[in-house]
């Protein structure tokens, strides 16, 4: 059997949506103190009270439009979070699928009997390892404005928040000393698997508060858990593929569906052009064999119609 140690550096991953939401989510004093941590460094505000309003995992993978792993937090003040780790690159449009949850969230309040002005401020706060964003900035918040830049309603106003953060623009060859709180978090969230064999990780660990509170709530998943946490992990990646290719297979055939429409639609253009044509043809037919009964003669009719003789024979056959 591998040591505990071994098992660690080959398995602890934080970008696992599993172990992100076993280290922040569990129902417990040091699970909800890192969180507090994390939400007071990405969000830079204070963070006093929370709690994660599902904390439970997953149990059933078949149904994956909606969050699986995220972490439902409810602040003290009732603004309410959507925190997700969302590793894998999907074919799904990921900013569509933000904003998806950002508006499912805000309009999941219950408003019945009450103002507008009594919304409780959400926010969604993502972290993928991709690059979406055309800036430099690690963080992003989205809110509602104009094309210049405009705020919709007043700051203090504005009950909604998308807050990004792309851990691949991480410098990760940047000094540690030269680092900030988010750019230490993030750099840990990278290689929290190399654990003491990493020089920068082994420095946060010995001196930093907030990274020895995240190391001890990753030390404190067993081996087992992990083993469980990993097969869990695949399952749930391996139904999104599957449902990604079910999508795919059913989009190619509305595709095909389409194709065959505009084939059968090309079919009777077609032969509605051949009608117009040979009703066309009746018509001409009539006419010469009307001149011909008031004694044209066939070279008259024949430069008249600019037809050769001999296609004027072939209609009035």
Known sequence: MPTRNE??????????????????????????????????V??????????????E???????????????????????TLDLEMQLRQTKDNLPIRFSYYLARLHGSQELEGKYYGELKETIVL?????????????????????????????????????RTVEMAKLDL?????????????????????????DSKIKVMIESDGVIQMLEKRVETISDDRWKKIIEDFQKLHENEERMELQLEIEEANKQVEEAHKQVEDAHKQVEEANKQVEQ????????????LTNGMSLEFISKLLSK????????LR
């Not at 430099?136 to 700051?155: K, Q």
């Not at 050769?308 to 209609?315: F, G, H």
């Open 126 to 162: 993502v972290f993928f390892n991709v690059n979406l964003i055309d800036n430099n900035r690690m963080c992003n918040t989205f809110t509602l404005r104009n094309e210049e830049g405009l705020s919709f309603v007043e700051e203090s106003q504005d009950r909604m928040k998308l």
């Open 280 to 291: 066309k043809n009746q018509e001409i037919k009539q006419m010469i064999q009307l001149m």
């Open 308 to 315: 050769s003789e001999s296609e004027i024979m072939d209609l």
């Open 42 to 55: 990405f969000l830079e505000r204070s963070v006093n009270k929370v709690v994660v309003k599902n904390s």
């Open 57 to 79: 995992m997953v149990k059933d993978y078949s149904k994956m439009k909606s969050p699986r792993l995220d972490l439902l937090v409810e602040f003290d003040d009732r603004t």
């Open 173 to 197: 060859n940047k000094p540690l000393k030269d680092m900030n709180e988010q750019e230490k978090m993030i750099y840990y969230f990278l290689n929290c698997h190399k654990g003491m064999d």
């Open 7 to 40: 098992v660690l550096i080959r398995s602890a991953n934080l970008l696992n949506d599993f172990a992100f939401k076993y280290v922040f989510g569990e129902d417990c004093k040091e699970a909800n103190d890192a969180l507090k941590s994390l939400l007071t």
